[in-house]
């Protein structure tokens, strides 16, 4: 799987928009960009993910770059909540099975 | 729709003894991953189970086994435990046919060996 690369941490003001960027300069055509988040003490949380389009759902939005070189994951209005470690991960699709690598991802604070 | 379930959620064992873990998927879910997260290690994938069968594997020792069950429940078993153990293990669901349906995680079984 082609490797990714994010920021190691970032603050973010509650209520505002909290833009979180990944490179994948290798991604291959077949391969996706997966976002999950971990708050501590728990397991990896699905947010969403794409392969050319960007995407959005209740949780976030997912911007892929035309070239798929890199993406952005928008938390539109961050809550205190939303503190938790995020990852970036490109997947091949399903036909490989269902093996993720998760690099180190971005820890996101965010405060009142 | 109940989540991935682990059981135990946490665990104390000593070197040299093995351990098994329980893990539930989602319902309609037929595959199981499992991966083991330490503070040096960061998210390592153990394997994957789909249909009863290991479909990957990860670069652990082969203390570490796994199983899956004809209802898609899925057990690990570490044996001959060593300090370098202690972790989070994790395990992941989905609906498995080869598509890009998202993994769901459990919360984990924390494993501590002493």
């Known amino acids: 799987d082609a490797k990714t690369t994010q920021p190691t941490s970032m603050d973010c003001a509650e209520g505002r928009a909290a833009n979180l960027p990944c490179n994948h300069s290798t991604i291959s055509g077949n391969e996706y960009v997966y976002w999950y988040r971990q708050i501590h003490s728990q397991g990896p949380q699905y947010i969403i993910h794409g392969l050319k389009n960007n995407e959005t759902n209740e949780m976030a939005s997912l911007i892929i770059t035309e070239d798929r070189k890199s993406s952005t994951l928008i938390l539109p209005h961050a809550t205190l909540r939303d503190t938790a470690v995020y990852y970036c991960?490109?997947?091949?699709?399903?036909?490989?099975?269902?093996?993720?690598?998760f690099g180190g991802g971005t820890r996101v604070l965010v405060k009142p | 729709k109940a989540g991935v379930t682990q059981t135990p959620r946490y665990l104390i064992k000593t070197r040299g003894q093995q351990v098994t873990l329980s893990c539930s998927p989602i319902s309609g879910h037929r595959s199981v991953s499992w991966y083991q997260q330490t503070p040096g290690q960061g998210l390592q994938f153990l394997f994957e189970y789909f249909s009863e069968t290991q479909r990957n594997k990860g670069n652990f020792p082969g203390r570490f086994s796994g199983r899956q069950f004809s209802n898609s429940r899925s057990e690990m078993n570490v044996s001959t435990l060593e300090l370098g153990d202690s972790a989070l293990y994790l395990c992941?669901?989905?609906?498995?046919?080869?598509?890009?349906?998202?993994?769901?995680f459990g919360n984990g079984t924390r494993l501590t060996v002493t």
């Open positions: 991960i490109v997947r091949v699709d399903g036909a490989a099975g269902n093996k993720l690598t």
């Open positions: 992941a669901s989905s609906v498995g046919d080869r598509d890009n349906s998202p993994l769901h």
